[in-house]
Each structure stands twice: as structure tokens, then as C-alpha cells.
């Protein structure tokens, strides 16, 4: 006899995409290990949270809005298995739960009508749709900062509805409001539905939400401004503790890496008393020097969280002291920056990935969308009225197809990117003490060019005990230097 499956979920789109998604999954196993894929059976109902559309999240209540109604049908043996958004559910649930397949994109999405964007900046009064408390306490300051000619005052106005709604309400302006905030994991989810027979029905979803992207503007909010819910981009498989065919079944299509980042994320949560009520963002990312832990938001006994960690074998032992060197520490000047006339005509590039606010020439026209390396390259490029789509936190640059770089012309990372400027090295007469370097014995290091400017200067600082961020200068210094650490940098690109 055939093996069956009995999967439930909540009735929205996106939830009976995530379950399909489940489903695809353990079908795809079973032909690449030559099993038996069992025959699956859908149970879609709609939670409370799905029948009260009126209330805003932080006025209901607390435990299991959107998933109580599922997991007590699973315990009573209606279904084999509940595929959930693992945010949505109660911390104290986490026991039933298998795991998670790989994660999508955890962060959240901004999306702005492109109709709206002149009025809201003549006006200063940007109005933005947000179900989310964290969201609203993480992101009102920063869209005053990030965004060019910003606005003076952001406002939140809650919303609810599945993701196709919450769009359509902002392209029709409901409240009057310019932007929306959702998360990025579901809108790529709806987007990109599974190809057969399984995916078929969201297809008209993704075709109509395309439709209605196509009248926005987006920025993706930072991890290290605005960390997501515990759990966001992750799916959560719920299963009953002693159902031992069912766990065989779903342990092959489990991440092991990211059910162990969502655990440690909503033990974080726990902390702080849980829930989507809380002001509290965290997150948990992968990277090939280490995870980087990003906790930020308010408690509410008011206590403000602001920490970004990276978590590793040894603790940390350069801090900002006397006998540290850094540019920034200092304010020494290495190089004079000469504009060059690129090769290309900028604005025909898909997109520019811009690594230093000088390698956008002044006066450059507005042109593709803009990827950054970090804040402090995001920000001085919106004073000067660009609009940036994201960046990379200053965590190591990510490979971005559609984005060419632009950067001076001894970088050793161009590769096939663009030169817009060339560093002209500043001359000393006797750099060990014009460039600060007596009594100091620990160098944070923001670029290549610095590195190999003051070690060519002063070869002896290599025997010293050496520093950076993660990226390009890291692998670029390992075997270079006898000591060296990895560390995340402040915004202005100061040593942690």
C-alpha cells in the first residue's frame, strides 16, 4: 500500500506555499534515494489571527494567534505534520519541532509607491505601513538617515492581511501611506513558487504580485539596524514527539545549520519574555570566518539592545586603547583621491556596487540600482540624493551579479569592475612618527591599500598583532601577518 502524508497549514497563500514547498521537498528525496514518495493529502484552515483582521498582532493575544488552532489538531492525530512560519510560533513549541529546511533571506523588505516617493520628501512626513512594533522602534530613525532628501517624520500605521493584500493596500495608499515593510523571505517565497504540478496554482499569485512590485521602489533593511523576528525566513516542521515515520520522512530535508541558528535565535527571545509583542530584533548569520550574532530593539522594562557579535573559538583582545592604531582612531590622511573617467558610461551598468563613497564620481546622473559595502558608504551616498537598495553591513563583500563595482585602480578586489578613481600615496619624511606608530604594538586595518602602504613604510609593524573586518583585507592579510584577528567595525568604520 502507498504511503501517505497528511500535511496541514494555515489557509493563506503563502502558507499553502510553504507547505507545497514541504511536500515538494520530500517528493524530490524520494526519487533522488529511490524511495517510495508517499501520497500527500493537504489540510488547509484559517487561524485566529487569519479571522480577526481588524485588531493590529500587539492587541491580540499573545500565544499562538496564527498556530495554536494547527498544532492541537496535530497532537489529536488530524494530520501527520503542520508546516508553520517558525516566528509565528510560540517559543514554548519549539520542543515538537523537527526543524527547518534551508532558510530563506531573513531580512525584511521596505517597499516604497514610486508614485508617492516626491511627495513624502517635498513633504518630510513619510507615512509607512508595519504590523510590527520591532519594526516601527528600529526603523523610524533609520529611514531618516538612509534614504535621499529624507524625510522628518516617519510614521507607522498598522496593517494586516496576507503579503498580496498588504501590497495592494499600499499601491492603492490606504491611510494615506507611502511605504510598507514585509518580510523578504515571503514575498521571494510567493514570487518563485516550486515548477509542476504542486507550484501551479500560486503562479497567477506571483504574476499579480509582479504586477504590483512593479509600481514600488525597495530598500532592504540591515541586519545590524534592523534585525528580524526570531525565526524569520525559516519554516518550522511540526511533528508528534513519537511519531517515529513521519520523522523519518522529514529528517532528510532538515538544514542542520540553520535549525541550530533559528534555535539559538528564539532562545535569545526567551530572555526577554518572547513573543511578537516584543520591540526585539535577532539574528544569526553564517559566514566563512564565523556567525555574527545582531541583538537590537527595547525590553519591556525599557532596557535598550544594541549588541553585534561575532561569535567564535577566542574571545576578542584588540580594543580602541594607546597602543592601537587605526586611520580613523588617529584621523591620519595615507592617500589624495584623483577622480578618472571610467571606461563605461555609468548608467548603462544593470547596477553599481559601490565600496567607498568616492568611487561614485560627483555629479554621476542617477542611474541603476545601488548595492553598498557598508553604512557608512550608504549614508554619505544618500546626502548626496542617491537612492541605495541595501548593503552588505561591512561584513565581507557578497557576490552580486547584477551590481559592476566601482573602485580605485590598485584595488586588488576590482576584478572586472570599474576604476573611478586612483589613490595618490601621500609622501612622509619620517613616516614612524608623522604616521603615530611609536609605542603602538595593535593595527586595525579598513583596506588592503592601507595595509600595504604602512607596512611598505614600516615593514617592522608586521611582527606586531593585526586586526580587521571580514572580507577582502582578511583573506588578503592572512599569512602576511604572524597575528591576526577578525573583528566587526563600528558604523564609521572603527575597530569594535
Known sequence: M???LRIAARKSDLARLQAVLVASLIREHALTSGAEAPEIQFHFSESLGDKNLNDPLWKMPEKGVFTSDLSKGLAEGEFDLVVHSWKDLPLESDSLVLGCPKREDSRDLILFRTDAIQTWQKSGELKVLSSSPRRERNLSEFLKQYLPHAPSSVEFVPVRGNIPTRVRKLIEAEAGCHA???????????????????????VPVAETL????????????????????????????EARPNDSRVHALIQPILDREATEDVRRERATLTRFGGGCHQKIGVSCTRHPYGKVEILRGITQAGEVLDERRLLRGTGPSVRPSASMWSTSLLGVKLFDREPLTPSVELTRLPGWYVS????????????????????MTWRALARRGYWVRGCDDSLGESEHVAYTKLGHADSRELGAGIATYRLIPRSFSNPFRELGLEGK?????????????VSGLCPEILKANHACGPGATARFLTGRVERLEIFLADKDGSPQ
Open 2 to 4: 502507498k504511503p501517505f
Open 180 to 202: 510598507l515593510v514585509i518580510a523578504q523571505a515571503a514575498l521571494d517565497r510567493l514570487l518563485h513558487p516550486p515548477q509542476g504540478d504542486l507550484g501551479r496554482e500560486f
Open 210 to 237: 509582479a504586477g504590483l512590485l512593479e509600481q514600488t521602489e525597495s530598500v532592504t533593511a540591515p541586519l545590524s539596524i534592523n534585525p528580524p523576528a526570531p525565526a524569520q525566513g525559516a519554516l518550522a516542521i
Open 356 to 375: 567607498h563613497p568616492d568611487a561614485l564620481p560627483e555629479g554621476t546622473p542617477m542611474g541603476p540600482p545601488i548595492w553598498c559595502s557598508g553604512l
Open 441 to 453: 604594538t595593535h593595527f586595525f586595518w579598513r583596506s588592503i591599500s592601507q595595509f600595504e602602504r
